[in-house]
T-cell receptor, first 114, second 117 residues
Framework: GAGVSQSPSNKVTEKGKDVELRCDPI?????LYWYRQSLGQGLEFLIY????????KSGLPSDRFSAERTGGSVSTLTIQRTQQEDSAVYLC????????????FGPGTRLTVL | AQKVTQAQTEISVVEKEDVTLDCVYE???????LFWYKQPPSGELVFLIR??????QNEISGRYSWNFQKSTSSFNFTITASQVVDSAVYFC??????????????FGQGTTLQVKP
């Protein structure tokens, strides 16, 4: 079946603008994670959703970052007033439901802030 | 605190050589999982293996094998008879289930493997 999909695949924006990144998890998967991959910091956890709630937002780097999930499916990661240090690949992963399940990742969104 | 260390930043081998990628982890939990993911040039993270902390049996899958040793907190990955298609960045990751109820992954810095023809 279809895997995790993310859009857009690439996003170039100007410093100070807001951006929205989208994640479509595997159908039926109830839990979803966002990670960020940057040259300086490697792969970092951002936020975890179980259903529509986010019990762990501990990885969000600042209050400019927020995420929501609606209908227990699609998730949107929003970055307000983007900064150059936000440039990274943003990855989404989903699991069927148990936190012990294996996470399957989408192709990522490459964000470049000029 | 939890941590994953992949000391080898880059490895270069010639095709058909065997290569081992090292992974050392730190955790206070007794219940955890360890993972290896492959990231080819296309960028997508591809799941390779998952082991739980109660299962120290080594595993072999084709040319891939994994050696899990709790005594040394290591989870090393060996590719036998490497091929050019094995060229990628490989990530080791840890997920704790004793103190954490989210299953978030803590990644190592990754090892870039280049297999030359």
């Amino acid at each position: 079946g279809a895997g995790v999909s993310q859009s857009p695949s690439n996003k170039v924006t100007e410093k100070g603008k807001d951006v929205e990144l989208r994640c479509d998890p595997i159908s039926g998967h109830t839990a979803l994670y966002w990670y960020r991959q940057s040259l300086g910091q490697g792969l970092e956890f951002l936020i975890y959703f179980q259903g529509n709630s986010a019990p762990d937002k501990s990885g969000l780097p600042s209050d400019r970052f927020s995420a929501e999930r609606t209908g227990g499916s699609v998730s949107t990661l929003t970055i307000q007033r983007t900064q150059q240090e936000d440039s990274a690949v943003y990855l989404c992963a989903s699991i069927p439901g148990l936190i012990t399940d294996t996470q399957y990742f989408g192709p990522g969104t490459r964000l470049t802030v000029l | 605190a939890q941590k994953v260390t992949q000391a080898q930043t880059e490895i270069s081998v010639v095709e058909k050589e065997d290569v081992t990628l090292d992974c050392v982890y730190e955790t206070r939990d007794t219940t955890y999982y360890l993972f290896w993911y492959k990231q080819p040039p296309s960028g997508e993270l591809v799941f390779l293996i998952r082991r739980n902390s109660f299962d120290e049996q080594n595993e072999i899958s084709g040319r891939y094998s994994w050696n899990f040793q709790k005594s040394t907190s290591s989870f090393n990955f060996t590719i036998t008879a490497s091929q050019v298609v094995d060229s990628a960045v490989y990530f080791c990751a840890l997920s704790e289930y004793g103190s954490s109820n989210t299953g978030k992954l803590i990644f190592g810095q990754g090892t870039t493997l280049q297999v030359k023809p």
